[in-house]
Nanobody, 116 residues
Framework: QLHLVESGGGLVQPGGSLRLSCADSKATSLSFYTVKWYRQSPGEQRELVAG???????DYAHSARDRFTITRDPAKKTVYLQMDNLKPEDTASYCC?????????WGQGTQVTVSP
């Protein structure tokens, strides 16, 4: 069983960058999992931001394409979401999800606030 922990959120000015991390608290490798990042703002539905397949494929929401990059570091057993050129509309709680077969795990999320 995974216990996903996200980190790296915070307050950043428009145009700034943040790198979010997603890892299992017990250092279980995520290599075989499909890992996706989602975000949710108050009053809004949760939306998919980016995904990383176990085979190396990636996909992005239209709003994230060209600004966000999802990567994996197998040695650190971590999946990252590099977010550049952040905009106020990127403000949300970001969480990661790991899926393997019929198993799905969610983290608690990390808050990203983009404001002058």
């Amino acid at each position: 069983q995974l216990h996903l922990v996200e980190s790296g959120g915070g307050l950043v000015q428009p145009g700034g960058s943040l790198r979010l991390s997603c890892a299992d608290s017990k250092a279980t490798s995520l290599s075989f999992y499909t890992v996706k990042w989602y975000r949710q703002s108050p009053g809004e539905q949760r939306e998919l931001v980016a995904g990383s397949g176990s085979g190396g494929s990636t996909d992005y929401a239209h709003s994230a394409r060209d600004r966000f990059t999802i990567t994996r570091d197998p040695a650190k057993k971590t999946v990252y979401l590099q977010m550049d050129n952040l905009k106020p509309e990127d403000t949300a709680s970001y969480c990661c999800k790991a899926v393997l077969g019929g198993l799905t795990y969610w983290g608690q999320g990390t808050q990203v606030t983009v404001s002058p």
